[in-house]
């Protein structure tokens, strides 16, 4: 018998992600609408946009132009990062993607490892590679496909997922110059974060419930002590889709606990002062950040430099890699 690889089999119990029977699928996220496609039948020169908020893509692929031939049965993958997270000729850049069923089960289809080609804008495979199914510690099983960018613009993704069909793709590195973000290698600003001392303006400084152990020190002075820094910007209460960010903390919790020597764990809330009826204002460390979503996790050495990045959604396993690097 072959082994069930299906979204209801591998999460029995975590209830299902419908994304209803709409052909655009409307969601939440960080109080920000974006799209998700419904499964469907699609054309390769298809005019594809993800767009609202964060999360926008936007290809047109000219039929004169020496493409692939009309392939039918190929059908879209749902992306689950910003573009804003990607640039090229920075070395490996992570994205972010699962495969919705034929129900529209956001993650419906989950075998245990996928293959993938990454093709540029003039049609040349620029990557190929075998990744794994990603399901530890969250509900949504989903695959990080790490592509080490040469040039920005429009790139395909195609995935093969075996008898369960091929998806397809789209994502736009821009370069770093442009980017609002920060990078492994840049300088972390020393902004002040809310703690149980001192809440910044900030009111609640943590809406998780109990309140979580990572507020008894501010970023600026944990980044000019003698340890290493790991902030996490997550918001427990008002995560848009608490089935993809609600767990990362919760995650983070059980793998430090109260603390790890050498190394100061900060917890930072989205929203300066959110309440069930208005979410309110940013809060200074995502505009200080340069982001345009949540979560996301920053590691910084003793000397205030990034090491390492961590957007959207993460489970268990890459958590623990980001870890190891302490």
Not at 169 to 185: E, K, Q
Request: charged share 15%; net charge negative; glycine share 10%.
């Amino acid at each position: 018998m072959e082994p069930d690889d299906s979204f209801d089999a591998i999460t029995s119990g975590l209830g299902s992600l419908n994304a209803s029977d709409e052909t655009t699928v409307q969601a939440t996220f960080q109080g920000v609408d974006h799209y998700l496609w419904h499964p469907s039948a699609i054309s390769r020169r298809s005019f594809i946009a993800l767009a609202g908020g964060a999360f926008t893509a936007a290809v047109v692929l000219t039929a004169c132009r020496s493409q692939p031939k009309q392939t039918d049965g190929v059908r879209t993958a749902s992306k689950w990062f910003s573009d804003q997270t990607i640039v090229s000729g920075q070395g490996p850049q992570r994205t972010i993607w699962s495969f919705s069923d034929r129900n529209g089960n956001l993650g419906g289809l989950s075998p245990e490892s996928i293959d993938v080609v990454v093709t540029d804008s003039d049609g040349h495979t620029v990557h190929q590679t075998t990744v794994n199914r990603h399901l530890e510690g969250v509900t949504m099983p989903y695959y990080p496909v790490i592509v080490p960018f040469q040039t920005t613009g429009v790139h395909e993704f195609q995935f093969d997922l075996g008898k369960r069909g091929r998806y397809v793709g789209y994502a736009v590195p821009g370069l770093r110059g442009n980017s609002t973000i920060f990078w492994p290698g840049d300088r972390f600003p020393g902004l002040q974060t809310p703690t149980t001392a001192n809440s910044s303006g900030v009111n609640p400084i943590c809406t998780r419930s109990p309140v979580c152990p990572f507020h008894e020190t501010s970023l600026d002075a944990s980044l000019v002590s003698d340890r290493a820094t790991l902030l996490i910007v997550s918001t427990p209460a008002f995560c848009g889709t608490k089935w993809m960010c609600g767990p990362v903390l919760e995650n983070l919790f059980d793998h430090v606990g109260i603390g790890i020597q050498g190394l100061d764990v900060i917890h930072a809330e989205v929203y300066s002062n959110p309440s069930s009826d208005n979410l309110g204002p940013l809060a200074p460390i995502v505009e200080a950040a340069g982001v345009s979503y949540e979560p996301f996790m920053f590691l910084i050495d003793e000397s205030g430099l990034v090491l390492r990045r961590l957007d959207h959604i993460w489970d268990n396993t890459e958590l623990r890699d980001l870890l190891r690097l302490v």
